[in-house]
T-cell receptor
Framework: GAVVSQHPSWVICKSGTSVKIECRSLDFQATTMFWYRQFPKQSLMLMATSNEGSKATYEQGVEKDKFLINHASLTLSTLTVTSAHPEDSSFYIC??????????FGQGTRLTVV | AQSVTQLGSHVSVSEGALVLLRCNYS??????LFWYVQYPNQGLQLLLK??????LVKGINGFEAEFKKSETSFHLTKPSAHMSDAAEYFCAVSDDLSSASKIIFGSGTRLSIRP
């Protein structure tokens, strides 16, 4: 099946710095990708829809200036957490559409801000 | 807007016993429904999905789910639990009015298996 790969799988950064997370579709093209975040012992919350060649669409309550999304190619979307703070520590997961209903998910990135 | 509700944040069963994880959906249009499994610090693995082809859907690892429109339910079952089934399970929904790939998740159910 199709594979979606995230990098890095975990990252620790200092408060105030920025962190970039990559999401790649390895054997297919994805004009759309989705970014989710998951707090410990909670569900996945959709943050934004990443659109190749255009601006991302953010869900209500998600700060677009804090979570910068770039989808510059058909196989790569990036999420940059700017000026990270400890409350941004979370598990971030991306997905790309299946041919039919559904999506393929990356393995996730554990972000810890200290 | 579509949503799913998972009843029970934690379910514990004995090894070999029936597994039943409950999910009810809310959607104004015929939904697509999914069950995903997540192991600690890992991404999601699709167990099965309902796309209106058949109401009883069989998935991987012996799991199956039945779509019941009258009850707006999509409960996940497995006849005999195995220790390796211990994980977090998410019911999810999407529709094709916006994007069939924009998936909304339930709150999750943690499944524990007793030896």
């Amino acid at each position: 099946g199709a594979v979606v790969s995230q990098h890095p799988s975990w990252v620790i950064c200092k408060s105030g710095t920025s962190v970039k997370i990559e999401c790649r579709s390895l054997d297919f093209q994805a004009t759309t990708m989705f970014w989710y975040r998951q707090f410990p012992k909670q569900s996945l919350m959709l943050m934004a829809t990443s659109n190749e060649g255009s601006k991302a669409t953010y869900e209500q309550g998600v700060e677009k200036d804090k979570f910068l999304i770039n989808h510059a190619s058909l196989t790569l979307s990036t999420l940059t957490v700017t000026s990270a703070h400890p409350e941004d520590s979370s598990f971030y997961i991306c997905s790309a559409p299946d041919r039919g209903p559904g999506a393929f998910f990356g393995q996730g990135t554990r972000l810890t801000v200290v | 807007a579509q949503s799913v509700t998972q009843l029970g944040s934690h379910v514990s069963v004995s090894e070999g016993a029936l597994v039943l994880l409950r999910c009810n959906y809310s959607s104004s249009v015929p939904p697509y429904l999914f069950w995903y499994v997540q192991y600690p610090n890992q991404g999601l693995q699709l167990l099965l999905k309902y796309t209106s082809a058949a109401t009883l859907v069989k998935g991987i690892n012996g799991f199956e789910a039945e779509f019941k429109k009258s009850e707006t339910s999509f409960h996940l079952t497995k006849p005999s639990a195995h220790m390796s089934d211990a994980a977090e399970y998410f019911c999810a929904v999407s529709d094709d009015l916006s994007s069939a790939s924009k998936i909304i998740f339930g709150s999750g159910t943690r499944l524990s298996i007793r030896p």
